[in-house]
């Protein structure tokens, strides 16, 4: 059993991830953190409360709101890919009496802050604890500041984010993630605990499709495989538009996958570097992969490769 903290910013692909940790028995999420990124951080934590609705959960992890912005630069959102709400806009669902499809799980949401949140987590479970990082890494760099001793007994930190051999997905060279908020993905990346990366080189190997996604939900009529439906709608779509095909890359749901089934993961150790400063590269990851040139001293495992329908199949088994 794996003790994880989650940090997200949900965010459609973040509810995938979410859904799929909880239905993994070999994790036990401690707690979940929100930080600003697809939506502002106020919206994700409502979207983090919408989605462990959907869960009908028993007991909820501990839940705390993180930063509202990024260490340096002003926020970025991306409610062109994730729908006004962050969560293809299944708040505004109704039932027919006109209530919430989608209602807010009656989960308590921690008067900490998501940084104290961590602290005290990766304080109660030392060395046992792996943080997965779904979303910009500043509640992270700032738990860091505030305790690098603390933030030492972590285990390992897992983060979704970077682009090496692939263009990236805000700029032609950086990635979201790190494009949000690039000077914490720099201080993450050369602080002294073993940090595991999934770039797009890897999350680009998996499109969940509109027609496997339908095939696996239209005949289950459950409230998980109604809600994948629901929620996933306007980011397939703009995906149709804007990248051109019907479906959506399920990024944050890899690195829950290297927790739940690290077999059908392939990783390369680099050392990695973030642009701080560019104009036209700001947010960019920059590291050799190819292991001629692979630096002396690695501080980070990239993943290069992903097996990418067993994994597919691996998602939805756990979520049936
Ligand atoms: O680039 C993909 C990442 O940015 C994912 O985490 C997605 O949720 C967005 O946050
Ligand atoms: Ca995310």
Known sequence: MQRILIDTDPGVDDALAILLAMRSPELHIEAITTVCGNVPVTQGTENLLRILEVLDLEEFPLIAQGEVQPLVKPLVTAAHVHGDDGLGNVSELQNADGSPLYPLAHANVSSTSGVDLILEMVTRYPDELTLVALGPLTNIAKAIREDAAKMQRLQKIVVMGGAFEEYGNVTTTAEFNIFVDPHAAHEVFHFDVPIHIVPLDATHQIILTGERLHAETDKRPDRISQFLRDATQSCMEFYRQHIGFWGFHIHDALPIGM??????????????????EGTL???????????ERRHPNPNAQVCIKVAAEAF?????ERLR
């Not at 927790?259 to 701080?276: I, R």
């Open 259 to 276: 927790l739940t089934c690290p077999a059908y993961f392939e990783s390369v150790p680099a050392h990695v570097q973030v642009e701080t």
């Open 281 to 291: 590269t700001s947010g960019m990851t920059v590291a050799y992969l190819r292991h």
């Open 312 to 316: 597919l199949d691996h998602f939805f």
